[in-house]
């Protein structure tokens, strides 16, 4: 079993911030990715659409022997990871915005949260956020537009640059402290984030904790992979394979599959 992949999915090439955290913790795992970018966003889709695709996307995983799944997408999580671990029988990771830290850290009281509609407006989302949050002014704003300019490779636009402006102005009027990024396309966004955010605003997202919970879910279920030679991380994409391989900096094996 350990020898066996963690399988990693996405709406798109966002996952990818989560598998380079997995990547980095456990570089002795054989990995398997599904990009779904063909049907990118998934963050305008309905819950039924999205429950579909993430069944699509772990039937391909378990296909091809996974012996755990993360569902590297706020989107499929917060929608999704219900019905996937009540129908197979095999672990699965999830990732939801890290509104908990934000909650227990502000010092200001005002918390920003930029998710998709998707994420924003799931049963999942709100249940957290009404346990986390109280006393404290939580400002979610949609990011419209910004999944497709990642999945097109327009991540430093001046596109991108103007929406990131007018998504923010409302945060920082309210006095923000934490911005959580709740989509795991968004990590990319940090640098253009970095030089639009004062610095006193900090910038949260849960990449790192799923990797931990990744590694403690693989140990509990003695899944973990002791061998250290031959590792393979391969990535599939359904969409656009260059700015796939472009994000990942030309260091895996990405091909083109229709699923
Ligand atoms: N990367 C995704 C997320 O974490 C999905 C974005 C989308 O496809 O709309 O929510």
Known sequence: MSKQSIGIFDSGIGGTSIFKEINALLPHENTIYLA?????????????????????????????????????????????????RETYNVPFIGIEPAI??????????????????????????????????????????????IVPLIEEGKTNSAEMKSLLKLYLEPMLNADIDY??????????????????????????DSGLAVAKQTKAVLRQHEFLNIRTQNTKNIFYSNGNVTVLKTILEHKFTVKALDF
């Open 36 to 84: 779904d970018s063909k049907n990118a966003p998934y963050g305008n889709k309905s819950k039924d659409e999205i429950i579909a695709l993430s069944i699509k996307n772990t039937e391909l995983l378990l296909e091809k022997n996974c012996k755990l799944i993360v569902v590297a997408c706020n989107t499929a999580t917060t929608n999704a990871i219900k019905i996937l």
């Open 179 to 204: 911005l959580v990024l709740g989509c795991t396309h968004y990590p990319y966004l940090i640098p253009l984030l970095l030089e639009l955010l004062p610095k006193h605003v900090k910038i949260i």
């Open 100 to 145: 908990k830290t934000a909650a227990l850290n502000t010092q200001t009281k005002a918390i920003g949260i930029l998710a998709t509609k998707g994420t924003l407006s799931s049963e999942l989302f709100h249940n957290t956020t009404d346990l986390y949050t109280n006393g404290i002014t939580v400002f979610e704003q949609i990011g419209e537009g």
